[in-house]
């Protein structure tokens, strides 16, 4: 008979001021005694895309988690300034263009939560964009993150990580408005780039597409997180001076970040664990929860 899971304190969703200008919406799991772990998600992706779930798991391996919502996603502050196709178009190619703000504005975004918390020093794991801030906050900040973990990210290096030519026109076609568009929106995308082995329940999407949308989705916001993606440095190099513990998790199926972005990630960082996913895509997959908490657990216990 398969026993009951440990029950984990989880908080409301809570607020907290990181700038003059930008208030986070997080929400914590576990014993605050416990090692801190930052949970960063990626573009357009809101707090809830970390399940409770695999949060929960995290707690119950000895962490206190937190998990928030980056700006201008989810119930967290809304950026400014409007990103015309001209700009993105350009940083698309490669071209000088301006963004809204930078990676390490949202590096920073995520120290402003660690003080609020009275954090000096945090675990931290990135998902996608997520894993570009967390390695943002690493190269900028190395005395504040005890280990990290990038998941189907890349090095801001052009030339790998790329997406699958077969997304772009999807990714290119106008949405719609409204809540009953963005969930079929969201299950035609999660189909396209989910994990091919791991398939998720359409029930699942679209439970989670609906919570999404309710708790605050916007389209201007996508655009200019989309252009701090564009607008990214090649991180290689400052990548090369970190000395902490370090890992990479990578699909090789992901068709929105090249299984390339992860291994440059992995050969950058010294003495980084590379672990690649047979039949994983952009997702995080229930099968795949006990891989990521064990690959999180053993990189933090290197830092001790």
Not at 122 to 135: D, K, L, P, T
Not at 162 to 186: C, D, H, I, Y
């Amino acid at each position: 008979m398969a026993s009951t899971p440990t029950p984990v304190a989880v908080s409301e969703e809570l607020f907290a001021p990181v700038s003059h200008d930008v208030e986070l919406c997080y929400q914590t799991f576990g014993d605050p005694s416990d090692e801190p772990l930052l949970l960063v998600m990626g573009l357009g992706g809101p707090m809830n895309w970390w399940s409770p779930g695999l949060c929960e798991d995290l707690a119950r391996s000895g962490f206190f988690v937190v998990r928030y919502d980056n700006r201008d996603t989810g119930r967290s502050s809304r950026g400014t300034g409007r990103v015309g196709r001209t700009a993105l178009v350009r940083a698309f190619v490669g071209l000088p263009a301006s963004a809204p703000y930078s990676l390490t504005d949202l590096a920073d975004d995520a120290f402003g939560l660690l003080d609020h918390l009275g954090l000096p020093t945090a675990h931290v794991v990135g998902v996608s964009m997520g894993g570009m801030i967390v390695q943002t906050m690493a190269v900028t900040r190395p005395g504040r993150v005890r280990s990290l973990v990038s998941i189907m990210s890349t090095t801001g290096k052009r030339t790998v990580g790329w997406q699958n030519p077969t997304l772009l026109p999807m990714l290119a076609l106008p949405r719609k408005g409204g809540r009953e568009a963005f969930v079929a929106t969201s299950v035609t995308t999660w189909r396209a780039i989910g994990s091919p082995a791991y398939e998720r329940p359409r029930a699942a999407i679209e439970a989670q597409a609906e919570e999404t949308f309710d708790r605050g989705a916007s389209a201007s916001g996508v655009l200019r997180q989309t252009m701090a993606i564009l607008t990214q440095p090649d991180r290689s190099a400052a990548l090369r001076r970190l000395r902490l513990p370090a890992a990479v998790l990578h699909g090789d199926a992901d068709k929105m970040v090249h299984l390339s972005g992860g291994r440059a990630t992995a050969a950058a960082v010294p003495d980084a664990e590379l672990v690649v996913v047979e039949g994983m895509g952009h997702d995080l997959p229930e099968p795949l929860w006990p891989t990521i908490v064990a690959l999180v657990r053993r990189t933090a216990d290197r830092a001790s």
